[in-house]
């Protein structure tokens, strides 16, 4: 399992925040369940 950046849904492995566009919006990777979780 791993996480998704809510704003550019790329895959996030430490968890924390998007390296890509550094949001600390993201989300749950899951089959059926997207969770939004924020770190702040
Ligand atoms: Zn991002």
Same mark, same amino acid.
């Given at each position: 399992?791993? /996480?998704?950046?809510?704003?550019?849904?790329? $895959?996030? !492995?430490?968890? =924390?925040?998007?390296? /890509?566009?550094?949001?600390?919006?993201?989300? $749950?990777? !899951?089959?059926? =369940?997207?969770?939004?979780?924020?770190?702040?």
């Amino acid at each position: 399992m791993g /996480y998704i950046c809510a704003k550019c849904k790329k $895959k996030i !492995r430490e968890g =924390l925040r998007c390296t /890509y566009c550094g949001s600390r919006i993201i989300l $749950k990777e !899951r089959p059926n =369940l997207s969770k939004e979780i924020s770190t702040d």
